[in-house]
């Protein structure tokens, strides 16, 4: 149990000091990418997104915002530019996932067979706040 338990530590450190080392590359252009991506896709008209299962959208905001998160949090908390941001990284990541989430969910307004939902903001918040606090636990762990 206890070598288990050391092993684990031992991944975590490495992940943590190999992220720290390869941000651009690793985080900031990822969540580049992935932002414009998700931005491209909630622009799609309704009528051309199958629909496989009921509450489908649901869980495509959950794993949506559970990804941007991740991302987000991980460059707030390794960029050093802003001792502030970095130091309540994790703050600024929720403050900005639920205020992007709104937003979208505005912008869906504008966007032909979608809507704005309460229940799609609270998948992305719910998504968000599951990224943030994995981010949490891989970064706290190896302060």
Known sequence: MIKSRMQSNSFLIRLYKYLGSHTITLIYIPLIVYWITLFVLTTIPADYVPRLFENQDKYEHFIAYCGLAILL??????????????????????LLMLTYGAVDELHQLFVPGRYCDFYDWLADSS??????GIVFFICKKNI
Not at 73 to 94: M, N, V
Not at 127 to 132: S, W
């Open 73 to 94: 949090s991980l460059a707030l908390y390794f960029q050093k530019r802003y001792i502030l941001i970095s130091s309540k990284a994790f703050l600024f990541s929720l």
């Open 127 to 132: 998504g968000g706040i599951i990224g943030i």
